[in-house]
């Protein structure tokens, strides 16, 4: 099967995302696009899965035993009756009722048709998770700085709170077992993988759930790793570990693999469980993986997961485990702290830079004299870059020289090439804000001198001394210093809500900078800092773990809860570094905030619910909530409540962007935004808060807002209590979207005959028939060997998540003959441009036909059309408007 085979149906599930916001509507073109274009999707486009869940029904926590097994066989009996082909990989009793299997995208459509199934699904491909690594043989004092943030170190120090007795599992890249951190506490581990294993390899499991990737081991040692020779110590150091090994040393892993993960660590009877691993888009609580972090916790598991680091993609990018119930979803917070690489001005100052890539780093003890552009200054926005195509710099005019460049208008990458091909040996990159990043140096030529990374106050030095005579000195080591982005949301972090407008993330934790440890056998050293929400995870494993042996009767249900109501919110820094102090960052990226693990310890009334989910505003333009505050303390509470609204997330799906408009709110009658609400919870006892939330008047519709109820307590409680709610009707939102290829906007769904080079765009007439004949052919006549079968397929970009796909089969009427597919829960699309597909990011789905019915048989010659409809998030199917309906052009099947 070659690649335009292999772009079928489901393969997109993991990766999808994006907003077309244009309507489709008929064209009047009567050509399409042409053959350079439809290469561009496909060569951009990753195989399709030939591996899914096949869910049956039932929840097997409330089944028997034999009531799964009896369903599973009924199952393989049905499937083998109507000789549908497919081979069993693994099966599944304990918290997901069905298998993982591997079949054809025809057979799958067949199997999602078998009465006593409930939903297919793709098994996604879990890329290892992407983090930046920074060596060095030095401890820094970044941990020390994150476990400050969330007063850890007051729970080790003063409480005397280090996670003794309880069992954390981690479902990671192992835990390195040799290391001083973890010695002698790895109680339980289990390898599903071997070191060779990547996705779609067969697994060779080994003995032991070593590490040779690093996350997993950096990971635990976050939750709780103890090493008294480097002074090191994590969250809770005295925890004992379950590793669960998912990956090998390089590559990705598979959904189906991670959930089998999940059903050992309960089996082995792990307490907390950490998952710093996910899935963008895939923000459904109905997906394998995340049906299973919720089961996880019904049977009394606290589960922590990653938010996912897909904030740049936008809106509605959250996805897998972390959208269970009662999952404890985590958000990152920039460290206080940052570890930079350091070089010396002649002028005697230290400058801390971070290294392009890819791109050598400078050797220690290299001197270089600085120079720049004679237009260059600090507000030149085009600085370095080509002008009319040609190369600002002379041939030769930076022989031996660091240059300097100023951040703006072209790639960092042009800047670096155009100043190496006029004989640089190295630049100085400097931003036109505080911060700093890492310079993506990827291009036609690869960049063989330095590139550093300095803040605009380091560049502005530079550019003072540069007149009067200034050279660099490249230094061994690194430097420490305070993060210009410290205590706010990092901006990789992922955004929520959930594609059922549950309110996602639901805390937050340090996860930019963080060191922690690190394999033996990867660096000698055994530490390194790795920046995501991988790092944050651990953070509120770590804390739960602190609060069980605290609280070792707390329900795995009510912890959420119990770290959720403590946390302090955190403020929104824009783009150009700019801290927004009037209202807090979004809720729907931070949760409740920042866990405050004293405040987790001292805090005596629970809150019923945690957090408010209100939905849409269309239907209910005011909502009206209670909350039960109940006191487990034989002391009265008296809080002063007042409502402390988050910034709106306006823009688009793929861009959104801050509103200052929000929502109003009364407790208990009183207004809560003018006057402070006096609320009384008595000792042992309870009160109930009325709250009446009306959405942002000013706030534009498919705006989605947020904020706090506040509770300020006289003896130092307090208390936060999140809600969250989109403005306006939600079914408003285009699921199916336009698709831009080459910057032109095509209309999207579209008909794709591989035979003739060409796609029909919907609505436009087609010039001559369209036939296929279901026959292997060879597109390209120097290739006669890559076959593929000359079939219809359906090319559709997901704009928002939607709820249920389905494909049918019509006649020449427009009648149905069989209904050819159902798929539950699918996420966006990552972009609707395919020039931005990447492995990880994609723009459209493929719905592909092979020429059978739903029974296997092939569809007699004639003419016939597909049609693909697509019920949206909160849909109902009974209100045709909440289907989307895209019906291709008519077309003959001729087989010869």
């Known amino acids: 099967m070659n690649t335009v085979k292999s772009l079928s149906l489901l393969s997109l599930a993991l990766v999808l995302g994006a907003c077309g916001t244009s309507s489709p509507t008929a064209s009047a073109s009567t050509g399409s696009a042409p053959a350079a274009n439809r290469a561009s999707i496909l060569n951009a486009t990753p195989n399709a899965p030939t591996r899914w869940f096949v869910e049956l029904t039932g929840d097997p926590t409330l089944l028997s035993v034999q009531s799964v097994s009896g369903q599973q066989a009924t199952f393989r009996a049905q499937a083998a009756q109507q000789g549908i082909k497919y081979q069993e990989v693994r099966s599944f009793q304990t918290l997901f009722n069905g298998f993982s299997v591997q079949a054809s995208e025809a057979e799958i459509n067949r199997i999602s048709r ?26 820094r004092p970044d941990m020390f700085s994150a476990i400050k943030m969330t007063g850890a ?29 973890f010695a002698g506490r790895v109680v339980a581990q289990y390898d599903f993988v071997g070191d060779d294993y990547d996705f779609g390899k067969p697994t060779k499991p080994d003995p032991i759930a070593d590490d040779c990737a690093g996350h997993g081991s950096h990971v635990a040692g976050i939750v709780g790793g103890n090493d008294a020779s480097r002074g090191f110590k994590g969250v809770a150091p005295e925890v004992s570990f379950g590793a669960y090994r998912v990956f090998g040393c390089d590559g990705s892993t598979g959904e189906d693999i991670m959930v089998a993960a999940m059903e050992q660590a ?12 996910g899935s963008a888009f895939e923000n459904w609580e109905g997906t394998p993986s995340a049906k299973v972090g919720s089961r996880m916790v019904k049977k009394g598991m606290v589960v922590v997961a990653s938010a996912g680091n897909s904030g740049a993609n936008g809106q509605y990018s959250m996805g897998g485990v972390t959208m269970g119930d009662n999952v404890i979803s985590v958000a990152s917070v920039s460290n206080t702290e940052i570890e930079v690489s350091k070089f010396k001005l002649s002028s005697g100052e230290t400058i801390g830079y971070m290294a392009g890539d890819p791109a050598p ?9 600085i120079t720049k552009l004679a237009t260059s200054t600090t507000t030149t926005a085009n600085d370095g870059c080509l002008v009319g195509g040609a190369n600002p710099y002379a041939a030769g ?21 155009n100043a190496q091909d006029a004989g640089a040996s190295a630049v100085i990159l400097y931003n036109r804000d505080s911060g700093y990043l890492a310079p993506s140096l990827t291009g036609a030529a690869r960049i063989t001198i330095p590139v550093a990374f300095v803040n605009d106050a380091s560049g502005a030095k530079i550019d003072s001394k540069i007149a009067a005579g200034v050279s660099m000195t490249f230094a061994d080591g690194n430097l420490s210093i305070p993060s210009p982005t410290a205590n706010t949301l990092d901006s990789y972090s992922s955004y929520g809500l959930s594609a ?31 920046s995501g929400t991988s790092m944050a995870s651990p953070h509120v494993a770590g804390a739960a773990a602190l609060m069980l042996q605290a609280f070792p009767n707390t329900k795995a249900k009510d912890m959420r ?35 405050d693990i004293v405040g987790s310890y001292n805090s005596t009334v629970r809150a019923t619910p945690n957090k408010l989910s209100l939905g849409e505003s269309a239907s209910f333009a005011t909502r009206n909530k209670v909350v039960v505050l109940k006191n487990t303390w034989n002391r009265t509470e008296t809080f002063t409540a007042y409502h402390s609204p988050a910034l709106t997330v306006g823009g688009t799906t793929l861009a959104p962007s801050p509103s200052q408009t929000y929502a109003t709110m009364t407790i208990n009658g009183q207004d809560a935004d003018k006057t402070d609400v006096m609320v009384t919870v008595p000792a042992s006892g309870e009160t109930e808060l009325n709250v009446v939330i009306t959405p942002p008047a000013g706030a534009p519709d498919k705006s989605q807002y947020g904020g706090y109820i506040v509770l300020e307590s006289s003896s130092g409680q307090n ?31 579209a008909l794709f005959d591989d035979k003739e080079d060409t796609f029909f765009e919907e609505g436009e007439v087609a010039t001559a028939p369209i036939d296929y004949t279901f026959k292997d052919i060879a597109l390209d006549p120097a290739k006669p060997t890559e076959l593929t079968n000359d079939a219809p397929y359906v090319l559709a970009q997901l704009s928002h998540q939607v709820r249920k796909m389905t494909l049918e089969l019509l006649d020449a009427n427009g009648a149905v003959v069989d209904t050819l597919l159902k798929q539950e829960y699918l996420g966006r699309s990552c972009t609707n441009n395919v020039a931005l597909i990447s492995t990880t990011c994609d723009a459209f789905n493929t719905y592909a036909w092979d020429g059978k019915l739903s029974s296997g048989k092939a569809a007699a010659n004639g003419t016939y059309q597909l049609r693909l409809k697509a019920l949206k998030a909160q849909g109902d199917e009974s209100v045709a408007t909440d289907t989307e309906v895209y019906t291709t052009q008519k077309f003959t099947v001729a087989r010869p």
Not at 155 to 162: H, K, R
């Open 153 to 181: 170190d007051v729970a080790q120090n003063e409480l005397g709170l280090t996670g003794k007795g309880v069992k954390v599992g981690v479902i990671d890249t192992g835990i390195d077992l040799e290391h001083p951190a």
């Open 719 to 749: 208390m936060v209590i999140p809600y969250a709610g989109f403005k306006g009707d939600y079914q408003s939102i285009q699921a199916l979207g336009n698709l831009t290829i080459g910057g032109k906007s095509y209309n999207f769904p």
């Open 361 to 369: 780093t400078g050797k220690a003890g290299v001197t270089l004299p």
């Open 114 to 139: 078998l009465p006593g199934v409930l939903g297919v699904y793709p098994v996604k491909e879990i890329a290892a998770p992407k983090v930046e690594v920074n060596l060095t043989d030095a401890l």
């Open 561 to 595: 809860g119990l770290l959720m109501n403590s946390a302090t919110l955190r403020w929104y820094r824009a783009a150009s570094g700019t801290l927004l102090t009037g209202l807090p960052d979004y809720v729907q990226r931070q949760g409740a905030g920042m866990v």
């Open 500 to 530: 059922d407008l549950e309110l996602k993330p639901d805390i937050a934790a340090p996860g930019g900078n963080i060191r922690s440890a690190w394999p033996l056998t990867l660096d000698a050293s055994g530490y390194a800092t790795l």
């Open 266 to 277: 309960y089996k082995d009877g792990m307490q907390v469980v950490n998952l710093s691993i």
């Open 397 to 417: 005019s930076l022989t031996g020289k660091a240059v300097l460049i100023r951040r703006g208008t072209c790639t960092f990458y042009e800047k670096s090439k």
